[in-house]
Structure formats: structure tokens, C-alpha cells
């Protein structure tokens, strides 16, 4: 081995020790006897700063899901967001006093970059409740199974993102009439370590990229980023998956075509143009497959938790939230008979575009025994969620049918 590779190899070992340290929040002690690639149990059952509730999926890289219960809140606090990495977290010491996003790519007038502390003091700043949401929550219902991560229904939060608006900074730069896509960049490690191989860069249309609620953001809930959402710097692109807004941000290409990054190829983040039986293989090919764009309408019942147990002749308070990607919900029913029957209920407009909307009801149940409550939400344009499971997709994505939980009344 040469000497210089033997010396990055060493200094990789530091910083991903240092990151670790950071993590678990004290001293590893004999750190030098833990196995290659070890995750310390500390990490593996608690992820420093993430409710002890959440459920860890895989944690190389790191995918951490919430149970529906944990997210009554209005505002999602930020031990109770989900976590959805591709890659590894950046293995370097960061520090938000030389962090720089770069603008650049074919459709820009000329390159130009930014220090976080420009972005905060050059630009007006904007805080937006925007949902983020994984493209393939849901993904455990359906059958076959399909690769990735089993999301249930909690891949999802709606926090307060504080940040500059990325069609300012693109007016700052200079935008050549040719720009169609953005792409962005991130510092998150492939899962082999390559650092020659990039783990993921996707990127969304001009349009959706010049929207107000498009944020370059550094701050969520009023604190600095934490490091497993993206610190110091990311984007934050509401209404479409999740997966569009990157993090540990540091460069975004303006295009003159449809971005062609990580992640963007195959079925990565796409579905079938027209439904195909559950299990068949078809083509990754851009004429059977499109993008993923504006999430479907979906929703969730937050309070109470499955198998709660009510007094016969007591009112059952029921509450959560409803979102419809790039659009509003305009009406929520609840049912308590599998569908036979719905009720309307009260439906709150959202703080802002693209954050989700509150929802409220009291129910009689009329006999002692089980229930199950199921929610519906119709979005803007009458489109409602499915009570069954949607098409099948080999990705897995998109599964928006009715949330439901069980009770019983004793």
C-alpha cells in the first residue's frame, strides 16, 4: 500500500470515528478494538436525538420511521421526524464557516458561489410548514413485496424550515432561456465509501424549482439543521417526494434537459405509465416509467393510537392530518363501518401551501365490541384515497390508501 493511500485510508478511520463520537455524544472507549463498519448499540437502538419510539428500518445508510401517534403534532418536532438517507452521512467535519453552494450547469450565465453566511445575510429569509413526505411510504402494504425500505405509514412530517428561496438566489445568478431541470449535490458518502461514486442527485423542473415554498434552507423548528437531516445546508421542495429534496447540500446545476443524476434512472422514483399485474417485469425504460411528481392526496389518524380501548356511551375524540401534494384538501370523511357509511368532519386550511391540514371529530360508537376507524381524504381537484391498495409498481411507491386504526368500546 502507498504511503498516500495509507494516509487517507487512516484520516477516513479518524473522521468516521469523530462522527461517531459526535453522534453518541461522550467518548467511545476502546474505539480502536471495534470491528470495520461496527454501529455502536448506543446508535443502533437509540439514534442520538430521535424519539426512542421511532422505528430504525436499516442504519447503513440510516432509514428511521415514525408511528402515525407520534405525529399529532401541528408542527413536527424534530426527535419525531423520519429519516431517509440513500447514503452514508458525511464522514468530514463540517463547518458552517466555509460551507459553500455552488450554482452552475449548462443553462446558467456563469457559475457563482455562495458562503451559508452570504446566503443568510444577502437574501430575504422565509420559514414555511412544508411536507415532506418519502415516495415510498406505504410501501409494506403492498403484495408482492417490492425492494427497499418497508415503510408502514410514518415516512412522513410537516416541520417549520427556515431558509432563503432558491428562485432568488437563481435571480442572483442569471438564468439562460434553455433551463428546463435543476439537479443538486450533496456531500453523502456512497455506501461503499467510493468517493467516486455519487449515491443520489435528483432534481425537479424549472417551474417547481422557481416556486416560493422551494427553500435552500438551514434551519428546521428554529434550530440549525441536525447532522441526519442535512447540516448545514439542504433543499426543501414540498409537495413531491422527499427524496427531490437533498441534503448536506453544496452544489445545485441548473439544466438544459431532464437531470440525468443518481437516482434519477431505472424505476428510481417512478412508476409505470399503465398498470401492470403485481410481480411482472417491464422494461426501465423512460417510455414505460415516468417521475414521480405531485404526491397523491393521503392522510393519517394520529390520536388515538391503534387499540385504544373506549367506554361505551363516550364521545371518541379523533384527530390527524391530510395533505395532497401540490394541491389542498378540500374534504375529510371518517368511517366506522368499513366504508358502508362516511362522515364529514372538521377540516382546517393549511398554515401555508404545501403544509398539511389539521383534522378533528367526534364519534358515538353504538355497542360494546371492536371497530375499526377508517380516514379519507379528498383532495382540490376530487380525487380521493382508495380504501384498497393502489396499482402495484415494482418501486413500491406511492401506496396512498385510507389510513386506519383499531378500537373497541367496553
Known sequence: MNERLHNRRGFLKKSALATLTGMVGTEIVFAENMPKDHVPLALDEGLTGKH??????????????????????????IERMFIRNNGL???????????????KGESVKAPKTYSLSELKSKFKNYTYQLVLECGGNGRSGFVPQTSGNQWDQGAVSCAAWTGVRLKDILNDVGLKDDAVYIGYYGKDLHPSRDPSKVVISRGVPIKKALED???????????????????????????????????WLHTIAIRNKEHDGAKMEGHSYRIPRQPIPPGEKLAETPENFRIIESMPVRSLITYPKTGAMIELGKTLSLRGHAWAGDVGVKEFQVSIDYGATWQKVTLQAPKNRLAWQRWSAQIQLPKKGYYEVWARATDANGVAQPMVIPAWNPGGYLNNSCHRIAVKAV
Request: charged share 20%.
Open 52 to 77: 426512542p419510539d421511532l422505528i430504525v428500518l436499516s442504519d447503513k445508510p440510516w432509514n428511521v420511521e415514525t408511528p402515525p401517534h407520534l405525529l399529532d403534532d401541528e408542527i413536527t418536532p
Open 89 to 103: 452521512v458525511p464522514e468530514e467535519k463540517i463547518d458552517p464557516k466555509t460551507w459553500t453552494l455552488t450554482i
Open 213 to 247: 415554498e422551494t427553500l435552500v434552507v438551514w434551519a428546521v423548528n428554529g434550530q440549525d439543521l441536525p447532522l441526519m437531516h442535512g447540516f448545514p445546508l439542504r433543499l426543501v421542495i414540498g409537495g413531491w417526494p422527499a427524496s427531490v429534496s437533498g441534503k
